[in-house]
Every structure is written in structure tokens, then in C-alpha cells.
């Protein structure tokens, strides 16, 4: 067989297992700050909102890996790698797969929380002047993992057995991501080598195959942020769409929507959950909270929510 279907085969099946490591370990508790509207849309449509990631807070989200790579050749590959004649060529290959990347049809959709219940620069993105109130939804990470991925209606192209969501906590530092990324070269390295160890391991079938490293790098940077936004001490839970006209080709009867937000159209998908995997709610320093905490249980209770689930207030002594 060809070199192609050997490296496919047994790269998707190391980059599997490492992105199963790194990204679907053990479940925790996770807090999703939003507004009070927001909350009641939840609770109301009983999904959450995913964002194309090129329209968050983080302006290099998505391409911050590839920039990662590209300003940090030099570490990946050492001047006795095999690969080491060629860093010229792959560093022009990365720079062509981030002009095309933004308009790239393999979408990835995000939707953020936090590791933290009580993050008192987190509750300043949802309460400003005391115009605007903040709350946190407390889930268990694996069990709503586990729940949107059940209730996703997939097309007929798709097995029902494939699971969409990747869910993980952010690596912020730098040193750590370049080490996960070292280890897809060494692999692609390792597994083109033993197929061909007396020619370039960058000739032109060769550099066709990294592009699917490329891939999977991308897609284990779907995790990957900068250092100054270590203080929201992020989890996410991300789907990665085949995107045809508006329309997802996994997805049954479901298409992309816009929302305007920031001077600009945010593309997103509603996904949908079980609400008891709603463990808590919290609310932010403004609230009165011996005064809403009846009210927010009976709004709960109207929606169906369990009353097992905790009501708790903010410790943050601030003053608005």
C-alpha cells in the first residue's frame, strides 16, 4: 500500500489517542458567566451557544497556534532533525494555511466557561454600573459533554456512534504548547522516515502529508490561548463542522445564524442539553442575594430545574 495510507492510518490513530489525553479527561465542575437574559434563553431553549471562534474576545483565536508555530520553527525542529533543511519550505507551507484558514469550510464552534465559581474579572464582563446583573451556571463538564452530543441530530452522511464535542481545559502556557506541537512533527517525522529513510522527508508527497499534521495541530489548538487570558482560567467545549453554504453537512435541519455583536455579524449554532445537568447557579456581587435567591429558585422550578440544584452568592465583597 501507499505511503499515504500507512501515514494516515497510523497518524489519525496516535493523534486520536493524544487528543483523548489531553482534551477528555476527567469531568469537573464548570461555571458558564452569562447575563440574566442570557440565562433565561437558556433555560428557556434549553441549549447553549456555540461562536465561530474568529468572532470571540481573543482577535488570534484560531490563528494564535499557527503563529505559534511559524515564530517558533527554530524549537519544533533542531538543527539535527532530518526536517531541518527544509524549515524554509514549511514555514512558507504554514504561512499559505493561514491565509486560507479564516475562510476554511472545517468550522469550529465554541462555547466557553471557566474553572473558577467566583472570578471577580469574570463577573465584570457581565456587571457594568449596576445596569446589568451576572450569573454562573455550574455544570459537570463530561455529563453536559456527554448530553449535547447525544441530542445532536446528525444527517444521514454521518454515524451516530461519531462524537462531535471536544471538551478541555485551555493551556495558556507557551512552553507546554510548543511541546504537544513538537510531538505531531516528531511523529510525522518518525512515521515519513520509516517509509522513505533515504530521501527528503519534504519532497512533494511528503509535504502533502504535513498538511495533515497541520490539521491536527489546529485542532489541538482549538485549546491553546495566550498567556494574558490565564485569569479566566478557561474550559471549553468545541464541535469542528463540515460548512457548505450556510448549511452543516453532519448536521440534520441545522444552519448557521447570525447575532450583531461588537460592530460585526457573529456567526453561531444553539446546541441543545438535558437540564439537569445543571448542578448550580451562582449570582454576582450586585445581586441582593437574600432577595433574589426565592425568586430565582421559583423561576428554576418553573422551567423544570430541579430544586436539588444550589443557589449561592458571590464570597467577592465589592461595591459597586
Known sequence: MSIEYYFMDDFCKMSNGWLKELYNSESKMIYHYTSQDVLLSILRNQSLRFSDRFYLNDKTEG???????????????????????????IKNDCQDYLKDFKDDR?????????????CLPMWNYYTKNNELQGVNIGFNSDELAKSIDKKIQRS???????????????????????????????EYERLVGRET??????????AKLFKRVLDRIVLAGTFF????????????????LYNEGGTFEALK???VEYISRNN?????????????????????PTYNFENMKDNVQAMLRSF?????????????????
Open 156 to 186: 444521514d452522511r454521518v454515524d451516530e456512534g461519531q462524537r462531535f464535542v471536544l471538551g478541555g481545559t485551555v493551556v495558556y502556557d507557551k512552553a507546554k504548547q510548543i511541546e504537544i506541537i513538537k510531538g505531531y512533527v516528531a
Open 197 to 206: 529513510p533515504d530521501i527528503p522527508l519534504y519532497n512533494r508527497k511528503a
Open 63 to 89: 490563528i494564535y497556534t499557527l503563529n505559534l508555530v511559524i515564530d517558533n520553527l527554530d524549537e519544533i525542529i533542531s538543527d539535527d532533525s532530518r526536517l531541518a533543511p527544509n524549515k524554509d519550505r
Open 106 to 118: 472545517y468550522k469550529v464552534y465554541q462555547c466557553s466557561f471557566s474553572l473558577d465559581n467566583d
Open 253 to 255: 435541519d441545522k444552519k
Open 264 to 284: 460585526f455579524y457573529m456567526p453561531y449554532i444553539d446546541l441543545s442539553f438535558d437540564l439537569p445537568c445543571i448542578k448550580s447557579i451562582a449570582l454576582s
Open 304 to 320: 423544570g430545574v430541579s430544586d436539588d440544584v444550589e443557589i449561592v452568592q458571590s464570597q467577592i465583597p465589592v461595591r459597586y
Open 225 to 240: 490561548k495566550a498567556d494574558c487570558f490565564s485569569f479566566e482560567h478557561e474550559y471549553r467545549l468545541a464541535v469542528s
